[in-house]
């Protein structure tokens, strides 16, 4: 229902045609990570989600999304010559996409389910594994399958044993006609140039041996562990496989021999150690049983030298280990393996130079990873790595540096879609800044990586540059540059992040990044739960999941003042009051006689690094539950709300806590008591409790004022809404106090202060506060929104106009196209419709349906901003940008044709390093070298047609040669035309010939010199023309006949000549031997 009262009109100048849903942008990734993949040499990250999606990377404003298999997750994903995407998805798909196209898709479907791939990324196939042993080889320039396939070698290797499925495959990486691959029982060496079984290796434990169990039961019988995954060595003598009880076994790629078989953290664990005590299963209880977990992935990395190696593991550990994630074991250069004995390499790996554990998250497993090299794709991409990333149980990305360990600043190398998920968004807000403003702050960016490097501290992988560098942007130009709308994203990690929401309009698109950990001096109970940005004031606070807030502000790194300090007499609120205010709530969680202040100043914790940036200020503790809503304004003062139902203010111009009060009793007539549901009513601090929902400070005058004041207005999740003016006090600070109360249907979720006179925002800026000593008068009103209606009132209890809403409204924010005649208000409903109301009237004038875009489940996820931008939540890991002002929007993403305009992703001028080579020892020793094209006969037979590349190379090869031959053939013809005519000129005199036909025939010739004109004074008929052209031709071949008769003169002449001078020759001859 709508009620309204008189007033002006703030939208009069729209109209229905005006608005359009443009669909300008996405955040992060449609489904959680389940695969990964690097190239170095085009610089792109691939991406498989559990969605079906595959997405590619590259530097800022370069993604492109593939939408493979909807609904079904991407298995695998690799990458082949740095130009074709192969994967693997649920419906046993094997799909290749070209990066150069983008359109070319060839899908080919397995007879079984793919188990295991491998790709070489300079070479053209693909090794596909299957679950019934087999492997087959596929043609992915071609497209097509390859007639080569290995059979199921265990199958001959173990013929008692049950089929087994391919569990992994790895190309040596010196010898390509070497391959190794797994199965469940054993991994096969197989060679196939020869197609014979080099190695068979198989790991058994005798009784008495540990092995990888931690159930000493379990050692009285011999066991053969399950193989999961394996490697070659760099130079590729050596051979690591892992299976599921924790076991490492390395081999001698030679001979087949063990040379160590370890776990994590123990050796030699296949030798019998008769000193252990093999109880009988019955002595141990299921509290007795520590399980080891499988070893998931290994990767077997070097650095510039491939002797130079280092192990990464992925699984293998206790189950009563309290961290989770990846070991690292350093064994630094490889002894030469001609000079050594098989028990000297074994004790190299047993005692590795160094061995950590790379952390992840807690509360996350890490399922598998992937390196990121610094150059070189080969060595299974393995080669001197700087950085890796994790994929954690939850589908979210960890991303640590190589070979520290330490948690790689995520924001300074990787694109806003990836930052999205390292880890996944906990919170968000969207805030409007000038354009000048943010380029300020990304320079400072800038200047904080330069001065780091510059005085040696560890910047770890930063190289001034991200690490995704590839492809080609295509940036748009929507609207107009002066504001830009900037997202802030909390993250569980305690990374707050800031990016341009519209990445796509502008060059920079890089992340700025705010570390909580670094802050407060911790790395536990860091959760971001909430957010609060002031674009004016460059400031930021945020909420913790442990109720702390956190504040930032953007500034030059100098020493605090000697006057700021941390004492009771900086806060108007004494230490004793505040104390017996938490008492009186029973609210105060601090221990009885504990004296630490509630409000600290952090000062001491800002890293020299920070020259300039978002630096920490002060941290607010009041011990009231998690914080349930934030506001930062742009004048000075913060207001957190609280679970446990009070709102504290700080005024950050002087950095004191100048209010804290339960709402509970605020509003309330004397002697009558909030109504409070049965039950609640206790000695718990759940008793009597009103939480804040949403906060706002404004500037405009109350009702009956004749002056304007600063107001903050706090709605509840009991749809009060209470009105507070803040004035200034005696003591130099400011004081809250309490106007009135208003009541909603439903809980309050947004509050928009607006301009009843000129259309425009009335939210508290510094250049409307700077006027009111001058007597501003702002006739302001208040939006209310709830979950079920929209009131206007002029704070604070009058209303202006009212609508009751039929669907739940889940967030709602003003928009204006121009100042005056435009202003509107935008709400998103729980069933995915954006609605667009006039004001101050509530009338609709527009909607528009999103539910085909998201997932109805995070809908609430959702921001809308000043200039028309909606930030809606359409997944678990992903956010899109609308606006609703689509029909002024100036798009420029169109090509001429009409077609979209897309990045570039692959780059023809970079050019795939050669695969390494046996070396000259392994030459010696007898190892086979086999060029790729060899090999590429090898596989794909004789007959492999010609990929589409050839076909177009040959093409354009041929046409350059005919273009060559023309241009040469028409080089001779222009000589051979222009020595004729000069030797026409000689026969025949033309030059000194009067008459007229030798005058014509003179105009003629050097007009068809020179280009072929007309004669002006025969007309532009065709006859005309024709005659011209007989006349021409019958010129020329009268001169041609003259030239032929000179010719033949001339070659009579030369034969006489040449007659005459034998007959000399020889009488000169005869005469010298006779006379």
Known sequence: MLKIKSGKDLSGGLTPDIFDLKDLARFGMNGGISALAFDPIQSLLIAGTDTGSVYVFG??????????????????????RGLYIVSVDGNNNVTIVSMESKHDMRVYTPPERVTAIECDPSLDWAWIGMENGLTMVYDVDRGTKSPYRIENLQRTILPTRPRSPVVFIALNPRVVQTILIGY??????????????????????????????????????IRFPQLTTGVWHPNGHHICTAYDDGSIVFWDAKDGTLLQARTLDDTEVNISRRSLNLTSPQSYGPQDVTVREPIYKMAWCCTSNPEDTALVVAGGESSAVPVKGLTYMEFGPTPVVQITSYQAMGDHYAQPRRQRIYPVPPGFDPVDFMMIPRS??????????????????????????????????????????????????SALTVSSVRIEQWIGMM????????????????????????????GIPVHSRYRRMNLRDIIISGHS???????????????????????????????????????????????????????????????????????????????????????????????????????APPLRLLTGFVDPRYREGFLPVLVLDVKQGPITCLKNSDIGFVAIGYEFGSVAVIELRSNTLIYL??????????????????????????????????????????????????VLSIGTALGRVLTFRIIPSRSGTHSVQFMGVTTMKGPVISLIPID????????????ILSKLPQGLMINGAVIVVSTDEARVIKPVKARVSSKSFDEKVVTAGLSLLRQGDTLVLVCVTEAGWIRVYSLPGLREVSHFSVQKFLDLRYIKQSVVSLNGDIILGIGKYEAALFNIWGKTLNSSLLSKGGEKNEVELYDVMKRMPPRPTISNVQWIAGSRYLTPEAFDILIGGPHRPKSARQ?????????????????????????????????????????????????????????????????????????NEAQERGEQIGFMSQQFSKLEDASNEYAQTISNFLEDQKKSVATSYFKSKFF
């Not at 530097?59 to 082949?80: A, D, M, N, S, T």
């Not at 068979?200 to 159930?215: E, K, N, S």
């Not at 005199?989 to 030798?998: H, P, V």
Request: charged residues 20%; proline residues 7%.
């Open 59 to 80: 530097q800022p404003g370069v993604e492109y999304r593939f939408q493979l298999c909807p609904g079904k997750p991407i298995i695998f994903v690799k990458i082949v």
């Open 184 to 221: 469940q029982g054993c991994a096969a060496v197989y060679n196939m140039e020869t197609k014979e079984i080099l190695l068979a290796l198989q790991f058994q434990i005798p009784v008495g041996a540990p092995g990888g169990d931690l159930h000493p039961a379990a050692q009285q019988r």
């Open 376 to 425: 070189s794709p080969h060595y299974a991409g393995n080669m001197d790595p700087v950085a890796l990333i994790t994929i954690l149980s939850s589908g979210e990305l960890y991303s640590i540096e190589y070979p520290s360990g330490s948690a790689l600043p995520v924001a300074d190398m990787f694109p806003p879609s990836l930052c999205w998920i390292q880890p996944r968004v």
């Open 443 to 470: 320079s400072a960016r800038k200047n904080r990586i330069k001065a780091a490097s510059a005085d040696g501290l560890p910047l770890n992988v930063s190289r001034d540059e991200p690490i995704l560098t590839g």
């Open 493 to 595: 990690d305690g990374s707050v992040r800031l990016w341009d929401a519209s990445h796509g309009e502008i060059e920079n698109s890089q992340v700025l990044d705010i570390s909580i950990p670094d802050a407060l001096g911790r790395s536990e109970d860091i959760w971001v739960t909430g957010i609060s940005f002031a674009g004016q004031m460059g400031e930021v606070s945020v909420a913790l999941i442990t109720g702390e807030m956190v504040y930032f502000r953007f500034g030059l790194n100098r020493p605090p003042p000697d006057a700021i300090s941390t004492q009771q007499g900086d806060m108007p609120i004494s230490a004793a009051t505040l104390a017996k205010k938490l008492n009186d709530l029973h609210l105060n969680g601090r221990p009885e006689g504990s004296q």
């Open 661 to 710: 009060e339960p709402l509970v009793s605020l509003g309330l007539e004397s002697g009558k008591k909030f109504p409070i549901r049965v039950g609640e009513r206790s000695s718990q601090p759940t008793a009597q409790i009103e939480k804040a929902t949403c906060l706002e400070f404004s500037v405009m005058a109350l009702d009956g004022d004749q002056y304007s004041s600063i």
């Open 756 to 767: 009843l006179d000129y259309g425009v925002s009335a939210i508290a800026a510094p250049t």
């Open 951 to 1023: 076909i177009e190379e040959e093409r354009a090869r041929r046409e350059q040669e005919r273009l060559d031959a023309t241009q040469k053939l028409y080089s001779q013809s222009s000589a051979s035309s222009s020595r004729s005519s000069s030797f026409l000129d000689k026969i025949t005199g033309s030059s000194n010939n009067n008459n007229n036909n030798s005058g014509y025939a003179s105009e003629r010739r050097d007009s068809y010199g020179n280009g072929y004109t007309r004669d002006p004074y025969r007309g532009n008929s065709l006859p």
